[in-house]
């Protein structure tokens, strides 16, 4: 199961302090090699490798390019308060399939789910939300909130 997927009252998994400092590592930056994270927590090359790979395999963690959406001609992202009747994991399994949605978390609150969507301009953003968010069996409404600016967005946060 990914990290994602875990509930908040799952047990986290235990960490090692090698096994933190990498992840620090890569948080730091991605693209750094086994070797310079090896020097840096005081394992091999391979060993890293391994780490690394035992994290992803786990779920713990992810490597990937995060891209800025508006150089890539994507120049609508919102935030979607989705309201359901019924059973609120098949419409987050149903949001979840829709390529335009990038993140789904189900919420308690005025909100049943949050869905962040990644448009190419408002036309798109219309489309999605009427042929493809409303369209979705329970979802009773819908409340859109535009992103103006991206003020900031970190995945540095550590480990525990």
């Not at 302090?17 to 930056?29: F, G, N, P, R």
């Not at 408002?122 to 859109?144: F, Y």
């Amino acid at each position: 199961m990914s990290a994602a997927g875990r509930s908040p009252g799952a047990k986290p998994i235990q960490l090692d302090d090698v096994s933190k400092a990498i992840i620090e590592q890569l948080q730091s930056d991605g693209r750094r090699s086994y070797a310079e994270i090896g020097k840096a927590v005081g394992l091999s090359e391979a060993a890293v490798r391994q780490r690394v790979q035992k994290l992803t395999d786990s779920g713990v963690m992810q490597v990937v390019a995060v891209t800025d959406p508006m150089q890539l001609g994507f120049y609508r992202q919102a935030m979607i308060g989705v309201r359901v009747t019924g059973d609120t994991t098949s419409v987050a399994a149903a949001l979840g399939m829709i390529p335009a949605v990038d993140y789904v978390v189900l919420t308690a609150g005025s909100f049943d789910i949050l869905a962040e969507v990644v448009c190419e301009n408002d036309e798109d953003l219309i489309d999605l939300l009427n042929k493809n968010i409303r369209a979705i069996p329970g979802v009773a409404s819908t409340e859109t909130f535009v992103y103006l600016k991206l003020e900031k967005q970190f995945y540095n946060w550590g480990t525990r």
